[in-house]
């Protein structure tokens, strides 16, 4: 089945690691995105790619890593500048931009200890 | 930047009863798409409507864009529609979402 793929479910972090989300589609889609959501609230744009080996950054980019590699593949590495890095990161992605239907995977719950 | 901002931020119902919630937008956009975000935090596309009417269901929408509002209309509720509802705008000539707040739906059974 097509669709979008994150993993781990559950990741727990100690302070100061940097940790990495994977993020995968078999959707054919050219553009991919990482979202942040706290409790509660909205979902908040980290970075977004649309095309292989560009990506461009989003609202909260500060404290985040991605990269574009492969067409099918959106990693995001967490890295230890990012000050509250406890949220759900969802990945995302669409055949043409904003003239298309955005499709979400099942997110990624991070804690940090 | 574009503003959304979903009303009413809580809302909840009793099964069977109809509800209408509304994304309004504070400028152009080329895209609006209404998510049921389900209590294990995954987003479900309900429409992708940057005009006109749809239904699906129980479920419509219709999109004003020269007034700069959606509504999402869901009748005849069920417990499985309780979860959080999301509009997000597509900003023209970018590949960037901008979401709103949500809605938080509870339907009682």
């Known amino acids: 089945d097509g669709g979008i793929t994150q993993s781990p479910k559950y990741l727990f972090r100690k302070e100061g690691q940097n940790v990495t989300l994977s993020c995968e589609q078999n959707l054919n889609h050219d553009a991919m995105y990482w979202y942040r959501q706290d409790p509660g609230q909205g979902l908040r744009l980290i970075y977004y790619?649309?095309?292989?080996?560009?990506?461009q950054k989003g609202d909260i980019a500060e404290g985040y890593s991605v990269s574009r590699e492969k067409k099918e593949s959106f990693p995001l590495t967490v890295t230890s500048a990012q000050k509250n890095p406890t949220a759900f990161y969802l990945c995302a992605s669409n055949g043409r931009g904003t003239a298309d239907t955005q499709y979400f995977g099942p997110g990624t719950r991070l804690t940090v200890l | 930047g574009i503003q959304v901002e979903q009303s009413p931020p809580d809302l909840i119902l009793q099964e069977g009863a109809n509800s209408t919630l509304r994304c309004n937008f504070s400028?152009?956009?080329?895209?609006l798409q209404w998510f049921h975000q389900n209590p294990w935090g995954q987003l479900i596309n309900l429409f992708y409507?940057?005009?006109g009417t749809k239904q699906n269901g129980r479920l419509s929408a219709t999109t004003v864009a020269t007034e700069r509002y959606s509504l999402l209309y869901i009748s005849s509720s069920q417990t499985t529609d309780s979860g959080v509802y999301f509009c997000a705008v597509g900003i023209a000539g970018t590949y960037k979402y901008i979401f709103g707040t949500g809605t938080r739906l509870k339907v009682l059974a």
């Open positions: 790619s649309q095309i292989v080996n560009d990506f």
């Open positions: 400028d152009s956009v080329n895209n």
């Open positions: 409507i940057p005009s």
